[in-house]
DNA sequence: ATGTCGGCGCCCCGCCGACAA
DNA sequence: TTGTCGGCGGGGCGCCGACAT
């Protein structure tokens, strides 16, 4: 596994704290299978709205109505990523990325590659358990009992001509702190302890039943281990810091101070706490917001988390498509999509969701940016500026950063009328010449979801022989049943 | 001891919080001598960039370069305390004060007496012991070490009939938790000590040598305790939820748009990681701001908390007077003076203070507000309305929300004006119909230094009567030795 | 007056297999 | 395969006065 771009410096961020690289293995095992964090130096979208929820769901409070509205800040701000950090709380373990971003006003097609390109190296770490612990586990009368296929998959092979077999074993923690274990293969029936040491990381980490231990192997075969909390009641229930009030407008003030001045600012993800994320890479955004014709009824997958830290589709059906919030953050997508799930013991999972978190079940079509186009035009067609009137308009609906504003006045450039502004300067850059071997490499699907618009307005940008290679690997995942 | 005013509302501020109410003496005791919160309902200053060193303190950060400056927040701005509300972190028991504050553009002389007489219902609480913990006990090897006089004054007396002499204590801390100890007399020599139960509270609240407890009993000899750790390095080094930079961004958005709107914000207040108390009583800021004419050189005191939790005066020298930071906060008076400390083990004491912070040594003449009036005419002169820019100028300096602005334009009203102006509605008023009473038992001094001002302007309010007994009262202390 | 320590009793932590789910 | 429990041995928690400061 790995995560990918992740520029690892050990900031001074908090005097004190890490002095060391926080491993981002262990961290993203610790944040769970669905997080994915951008990669440092691509673009990216940041949603006020969604860093809003998430402090309020850190302060367990709702937004009070004191908060002003910034009616200069948009609902979605591209930026660049320019630093990713990673980070645990040394007194809960709680994992934690430090993103700093810059405001920008464009982007070229080459960033839209790059942040496509960074989204994929993404792969399922398989060196790795999780257990939820059990009472017995924390108990103080006992040990900790450990699933024999992930103790035969990621502890050291264990010497059977001793009786018992038993070893010492010897994990580091996300603070480089050292945690020393008797792993012993004893009981009738024969089963996998970890008891001398157990207890003290118990009571040190201030474990209870139903909390989560895993383990990993690291590339040099050293062991591993971070735990999971369960989402418990109380949590933080404030700072003592700062008021919950000022927090929100810290948020705010912060997004649109750097927003009008296009500078960099810094924000906290959290990924057990917030409800989603809300740092998108810009092809995932753009993808959803390109490919993704919605409607009342559509049916769709999601990805959900299991317990064991595993990953599960659940289906559903769109039952509404309307604003959260629509006095403050009018068209902002943030989770815009009212669901309805069908499993009945989907009751805790999440009644609206945004674009980029669903796949809609129906096959792909390209029916972006309006049905105006046929289907079949969509393919490779050239758009003439005089026919992209739709296009613009529903691109300044959900991207308004490419025009000058969200006014309903027509100011602003088109978004064809920008990418053939942009071209001079991108062809004096031509491709990253570091693109070209990836692309080769590349055997994604996902990415023929943007293909058409990149070919569309890009097509002297790319060989006719690399366009041939990418259309081939892409071809099996996008065939259109329809076509 | 009585925390004058507070509002004790059970708030759901963080829900699954306090659902009782927090007992303002254990939360004064914990908070220490010097912690003097401000009344509801009375007027207060407060100082933006305190209250951004406060979050500096408890990030243990300083603020970046990153803050943009808010041009149209003042450095000081008059409010009145709409509520107070006393908090206790649950996880280390560290006490904070919620402060609803809303920006007002004028004050009468009503509200400075309020504020004045708010002041003076302090009185130092004697049921109360506090005793810094031993490694003995702390350790697991045994129980605490009860100083004598603590255990005879706070402890309910023992059965010296008994061998040992011994008895169960209950106390409830800030939480309303009940800890029970075993309280016994014996050793040789004979001592008190708490034994049994005294080890879950170590555990319980993660004490070690260094850290104090406190005890004190309340109206219904009911024995409480409470916590103070010790200023340790690495307390929380951050939040995990909002950047230093936003959070000092929120402090001040908050309070620009409050001040804007004259709509009310939040603050938190935390004696023990606040360098300074950034929310200051009206008439504790306005005694300092008109009687303490500073200079290069003088001489003052200055109270500083002992250790065991008691109260001793410093004396230092002035050594400058200058804006902590001239770019941002211009002309705030928030720990303008720089200060020398006589005794040479006063490393650790802060080099810089506020005016309201030190009582000059020097008496203390009516020099207020310039000394182009001579001394002597200070007592109680009559100054007629042209002859007072001076005094303008001086307040529009230090108190700009009398005037319009900061600026130097000559706009607005001048403090004289608008005290005229006030009158009317001052005399329809009257004093309040509770504040004669009181002023005839006050007997403290420090009044006296608003009372030139008062009397200057607001003769026709005051009986000669009353005037007397209060100038009979304050003589003492206000001799001039020049005059 | 009170901080620390040696002595030592006993509680409970924690290792074991039995047993069941 | 693994969660829980009775059994039980020993380490350390915690009560005591001695002694020093």
Redesign the interface.
Known sequence: MKVPGVTLIATN?????EKFMINPELWQACAGPLVNLPAAGTHVVYFPQGHSE??SA????GMDA?I?SYPNLQSKLLCILHNVTL?A???TD?V?A?LTLQPVTAFDKEALLRSDLSMKSYKPQTEFFCKTLTASDTSTHGGFSVPRRAAEKIFPPLDFSMQPPAQELVARDLHDSVWTFRHIFRGQPKRHLLTTGWSLFVSGKRLSAGDSVLFIRDEKQQLLLGIRRATR??T????????S??????????AA?AAA?N??????Y?PR?SPSEFVIPLAKYYKAACSNQLSLGMRFRMMFETEESGTRRYMGTITGINDLDGVRWKNSQWRNIQVGWDESTAGERRNRVSIWEIEPVTAPFFICPTPFYGLNRQRYPGIPDGESADLDNFFKRTMPWVGEDMSMKDTGLSLVQWMNMQQSSIQSNHLNPLAAPVLQNYGGPDMSRILPHDSLQFNSLRSTAQLDQLKNQLVPSTVNPLA
Chains 1, 2 share one sequence.
Request: hydrophobic content about 30%; glycine content about 6%; cysteine-free.
């Open positions: 961020h908090g005097e004190g704290a998430q402090v850190s302060m367990k409070k004191q002003p980070h709380d040394p007194e709680e934690y430090q009641q109380p933080n229930l404030s700072s003592s810091v700062l008021s009030d000022s927090m929100h407008i810290g948020v705010l003030a912060a101070h001045n500078s960099p600012f810094t924000v906290f959290n706490a």
